[in-house]
């Protein structure tokens, strides 16, 4: 039996299939080969998760979603499906560059969520929406758009 919060974890693993089934077909994995890749992936997240020495320093959607990628890589190398050119320092640099916008990405999205519900929304309207602080004020029931 597996405790509430790992289990919590999975269910939201699975609701991000789709975008690691995508991801996976940019490296040429497909269908079922995929699932079975993202399957051994969780069993491989679930029994760290359960060891004591285990630290996981990046959100568990990234921790399977790379996982994926070099279980993809490794059978691939296994059936000699893996295309026989390298990767360019151009595609390596990319890469590297997308993982590094994503944690950026990801500390913003959880500095938002520490903020209180007015902040937000006021966030939300001005820059999501593009209101003016006038029209924000009056929403929001500030004194005037200054604060």
């Not at 490296?27 to 993202?38: L, T």
């Not at 929001?140 to 758009?145: A, H, I, S, T």
Request: glycine share 4%; hydrophobic share 35%; charged share 30%.
């Amino acid at each position: 039996m597996i405790d509430k919060d790992l289990e919590t974890e999975l269910k939201a693993l699975y609701k991000k299939w789709p975008e690691i089934k995508r991801f996976l077909g940019t490296f040429g994995c497909y269908s079922v080969d995929a699932e079975d890749i993202f399957q051994e992936a969780l069993v491989i997240y679930s029994r760290k998760k359960g060891s004591e020495n285990f630290q996981l320093t990046v959100e568990p959607f990234h921790y399977v979603k790379s996982t994926c990628k070099l279980l993809w890589y490794n059978e691939a190398r296994k059936q000699n499906k893996l295309p026989k050119t390298e990767l360019t320092s151009d595609e390596i640099e990319l890469e590297s560059t997308w993982f590094q916008k994503e944690m950026k990405l990801k500390t913003i999205e959880t500095a938002i969520n520490r903020l209180g519900k007015q902040c937000q929304e006021i966030l939300q309207l001005f820059y999501g929406l593009n209101w003016n602080m006038v029209d924000i004020a009056k929403k929001v029931g500030l004194r005037n758009e200054k604060w």
